[in-house]
């Protein structure tokens, strides 16, 4: 079930309170032409989609009726790099410095007044209770996934290219000889509560070889095995709801790193067919 109900505002606090509650200093708020009296509404800053804490915290806006409906896993895909906009390019500004600072981001949730006008005037907020974090994120282009209450492993500045998908030593023509790209999280592969139902459905069980840990290992190896997701994030739609039954499948480590020897990834079925073609010759 979502927690997205649990997450849509039901008063309207001003921003700047709640920036102070999650760790922004906002005392150069009240050097304004309003001065203290009117330092929430400080156009300087008021009107700004994303506000970094140096060293601390990043704290972005989202709106409510822009999160997937129907979702265990909140999550909101964009690219504020297709606006113009100095706050999308700031917006922008902010997920890379949580990236490569690794701060924690926290997210000021809010509703409209009305979605037809441009733009679009708060009605609510709140700041949401749980942390989230970037789960993938393009550096080339600026494509990025939020998500909500999934803990993504830090990535690394060396890793500029592309979405790459988790536990993965992605091989590229680019790259020296010896070079390995460091590799960053998919959120629908790594949440424990998807992968959970993954299993449940699906079985500990590679979908492409049928080897199972546990048969191998004994109980060392119980319950171990990778996830896949079966649509590659860069075909995703911008709302995209996920749903782990459908969207995901259990593979062993070897056959999900050969699904992604190619981009795009080989399906299951094409992977299978390789390794049947080689068992018959």
Known sequence: MSDLPEIEPKEKPNLMDLLKVAGVDVSDWS????????????????????????????????????????????????????????????????????????????????????SEKKPASVSKRLLDTVPWSVTAYDWNTGECILTRGVHSEPFSE??????????????????????VTTISINAYERNPEARRKCIERWGAKCSVCKMTFERTYGALGHDFIHVHHLTPIAAMRREYIIDPEAHLRPVCPNCHAMIHRRNPPYTIDELREIMTERATR
């Open 31 to 114: 050097n304004g032409k309003g001065g203290k009296e009117k330092a929430a509404s400080n156009p300087k800053y008021c009107y700004n989609w994303a506000f970094i804490e140096p060293n601390k915290v990043v704290v972005l806006t989202l709106w409510h009726d822009l999160l997937p409906p129907k979702n265990s896993i909140i999550s909101r895909q964009f690219n504020a790099r297709k606006s113009q906009n100095k706050r999308a390019k700031y917006l922008d500004e902010a997920i890379q410095t949580a990236i490569k600072d690794k701060l924690p981001i926290r997210a000021i949730i809010q509703t409209r007044n009305n």
């Open 158 to 179: 060396s890793d500029k290219r592309t979405f790459n998908y988790a536990e993965e030593i992605v091989e590229s023509e680019n790259l020296q000889e010896g070079a």
